[in-house]
């Protein structure tokens, strides 16, 4: 294989952001870590046919949906953008081979197909609609990623409710069911609330290449002012699917969990109040920030589930 060959494979492995790959299995093992049965009472918590951990089927779902679906998805948007200036987890994207948008598309199909025969009907399910999403966000025929508000609720079904729904089913081999769509939509709303703040920082190059976004649209005050808004919706649904499942105690677990959800709100109050004298670089240590934020969301929950 010629040396050109082999930079075109290494540029479209980085271009499916293997940095990215951590956050997203700690969310995906959250989900997993909600449908795995706690006793409450004396008896055992409906979270689904969960004996078992089936270490190879969560493998299998971990490569379908952290590389091979989100993987995919981010170099198929990067196929079309053709950054040259940082974008997250990537500081200097490098030039996307010509054949990067075929070849992701290809690899999402090709997940949503191994997640059909190996891990269960539900998981295929989600992960073949997020493919769909996928495509329908970043290809110029469509580009949601260009539509004020389609951007947002494509992220809000894709990354975090289908994240958390596609941990569920993985481990459960069906749909959440009960209390278990509080914590799906809790996600679901928690990612639309950092959203806009992954695009506060690149607002100028989007203006550039004329892509009106949800935050070139609002502008970034009026973006913050939706993220806290989705944030509380969000914090108040996870706390509702803890409560219906009757993990809200005078414990320990349960005020932490109310600490990471109140600290992400405060923090976007500040970005909010400091947002108009802060640089882009600034704005983009925030958005890092707010990840740091979410991964104490995510340990407190499953603590507050696991050991509550």
Not at 54 to 74: D, E, F, Q, R
Not at 129 to 140: D, E, R, T
Not at 202 to 229: F, H, P, Y
Request: glycine residues 10%.
């Amino acid at each position: 294989m010629s040396l050109l060959r082999w930079q075109q494979l290494r540029d479209a492995f980085v271009l499916t952001r293997p940095a990215q790959w951590p956050i997203l299995s700690a969310q995906l093992a959250v989900g997993m870590a909600l449908a795995w049965p706690v006793t409450q009472a004396g008896s055992v918590t409906q979270a689904g046919p969960v004996t078992q951990m089936n270490w190879p089927l969560l493998a299998i779902a971990w490569l379908v949906w952290v590389v091979m679906l989100n993987g995919g998805t981010l170099a198929f948007n990067s196929a079309y953008d053709q950054d040259t200036g940082p974008i997250a987890h990537l500081v200097a994207p490098p030039q996307p081979p010509y054949w990067l948008a075929a070849g992701s598309l290809l690899m999402m199909n090709l997940g949503a197909l191994l997640g059909y025969l190996f891990v269960a009907t539900a998981f295929g399910l989600v992960t073949s609609a997020c493919v769909v999403l996928s495509v329908m966000y970043s290809h110029p025929a469509v580009r949601l990623k260009a539509k004020p508000g389609w951007d947002l609720m494509v992220n809000i079904f894709g990354y975090g409710a289908g994240t958390t729904l596609a941990g569920i089913s993985a481990m459960t081999g069906q749909a959440p069911h009960g209390g278990q769509w509080w914590f799906v939509a809790g996600f679901g709303l928690l990612f639309g609330s950092f959203y806009p703040l992954s695009q506060i920082y690149q607002t100028e190059a989007d203006r550039a290449r004329g892509d009106r976004t949800l935050t070139t649209a609002l502008g970034v005050r009026r973006s913050l002012i939706l993220s806290i808004i989705l944030g509380l919706l969000g914090g108040t649904a996870i706390w509702r699917g803890c409560a219906l499942a009757g993990k809200i105690s005078p414990d320990l677990w349960p005020w932490l969990l109310v600490l990471s959800l109140s600290v992400w709100c405060l923090h976007l109050v500040w970005w909010w109040w400091q947002a108009e004298v802060w640089s882009p670089a600034r704005h983009e240590r925030s958005m890092y920030r707010a990840l740091g934020i979410w991964a104490a969301i995510d340990a407190s929950l499953t603590a507050v589930w696991l050991l509550g």
